[in-house]
């Protein structure tokens, strides 16, 4: 039985939503640090910035990845905290193997550790406030 907040999906999940999802805008991740990060994601990850935007003292910062952006903020520090448990991005590089030994010189702390799940080999990392980011590597399709 649903019921509070839920009550009335049942009713919603009948009629045919308009909302039609083109692509992820965006993935961002809240940052109490903006120098730190921009030093984490433009100097380890070696990102490049696409647009930057301040208001009164606060930093929004893109980075275009293929089709997406990863954005960093510290414009919301109230109501949106930087956690290691919540939701993370997976950046696919280009050389798995490479990437690794980069992140390991710069003392980048692992929270999985280097692993090849058959079909994609995954990383799991920090950034300096505690995001978690997945570096990511596809396999080519067998076929």
């Not at 010189?105 to 799940?117: C, I, L, R, S």
């Not at 505690?130 to 399709?141: E, L, M, T, V």
Request: hydrophobic fraction near 45%; charge should be negative.
């Amino acid at each position: 039985m649903l019921s509070g907040r839920f009550a009335n999906l049942r009713s919603v999940m009948s009629t045919a939503s308009q909302v039609q999802v083109t692509e992820i805008a965006f993935t961002g991740y809240p940052v109490t640090d903006i120098a730190r990060a921009r030093a984490f994601y433009e100097t380890v990850l070696n990102l490049k910035v696409s647009a930057h935007f301040e208001h009164e003292g606060r930093d929004w910062v893109e980075y275009d990845i293929g089709p997406g952006t990863l954005a960093v903020t510290n414009m919301s520090q109230e109501m949106w905290k930087p956690a290691s448990d919540g939701p993370s991005a997976a950046l696919e590089v280009a050389d798995f193997a490479a990437a690794i030994e980069s992140l390991r010189a710069a003392n980048v702390k692992f929270t999985v550790e280097p692993m090849d799940t058959g079909v994609c080999q995954l990383a799991v990392v920090h950034d300096p406030d505690g995001n978690a980011i997945a570096i990511h590597k596809r396999k080519p399709q067998q076929g």
